[in-house]
C-alpha cells in the first residue's frame, strides 16, 4: 500500500471518534439552557481535550512511516523513540483526564436521593382510602401484608423459620 493509502486508512479510522467528539463539542457549546455552567465547562474541557488528543494520535500515526524511514537514514532513532515516549505519556495522561471531566460532568451539581418505596411488606392505603377491610387484592378475612415488628394476622409470618421444616421419612 502507498503512503497516501496507508495515511487515508488511518485517518478514516480515527473519523468515527472525531466526528463524535465535534458533535459533543456542537452540542454542549449550544446546550446553554439545558446544562448548568459547571456541568457544561466541564463537559466542554472534557471534550476539547479528548478531540485535541484524537488529532494528535491521528497526525501521529499518520506520519509514523515517514518519521521512522527519515530517522532510521539519519541514525536518529533515539530522537524518535523519545518523540513516539512523549505522545504516548501525553496520551496516558491526557485521555483519563479528558473522560473524567466528562464523567464528572455527568454526576456534577446532582444530590442523591434516596430510593423510592417502603420496606419489603410494609403497606399504606391509598390517600383518602379507609384502613378498615383488605386492601384491593387480598382475600376478605386477610389483615393485608404483615408489617415489620406486627404479628402476622392469619398464622403467617414475613420472617424465616427459625429452624429448618421437618421432612416427613417414609422408613
Known amino acids: 500500500m502507498d503512503m497516501f493509502g496507508y495515511r487515508l486508512t488511518q485517518l478514516l479510522g480515527h473519523l468515527p471518534v472525531l466526528l463524535t467528539l465535534l458533535g459533543v463539542l456542537v452540542l454542549a457549546a449550544t446546550a446553554r439552557r439545558r ?5 457544561r465547562s466541564l463537559l466542554l474541557a472534557g471534550a476539547t481535550i479528548l478531540l485535541l488528543l484524537e488529532l494528535l494520535s491521528a497526525a501521529w500515526v499518520a506520519a509514523l512511516p515517514e518519521l521512522i524511514r527519515s530517522r ?7 530522537q524518535f523513540e523519545l518523540m513516539n515516549l512523549t505522545v504516548s505519556v501525553v496520551g496516558w495522561l491526557g485521555y483519563p483526564a479528558g473522560l473524567g471531566l466528562v464523567v464528572a460532568a ?9 430510593a423510592p418505596g417502603r420496606p419489603w411488606g410494609a403497606w ?5 382510602a379507609t384502613t378498615t377491610g ?11 401484608p404483615v408489617l415489620p ?10 420472617r424465616p423459620p427459625a429452624a429448618p ?7
Do not use: I
Open 35 to 39: 446544562l448548568p455552567g459547571r456541568v
Open 72 to 78: 532510521s537514514l539519519s541514525g536518529g532513532m533515539r
Open 106 to 114: 455527568v454526576f456534577v451539581g446532582r444530590a442523591a436521593t434516596p
Open 124 to 128: 399504606t392505603p391509598p390517600a383518602g
Open 134 to 144: 383488605p386492601p384491593p387484592g387480598y382475600p376478605a378475612g386477610h389483615g393485608g
Open 149 to 158: 415488628g406486627q404479628p402476622a394476622g392469619w398464622g403467617g409470618s414475613d
Open 165 to 171: 421444616p421437618q421432612v416427613d421419612r417414609a422408613d
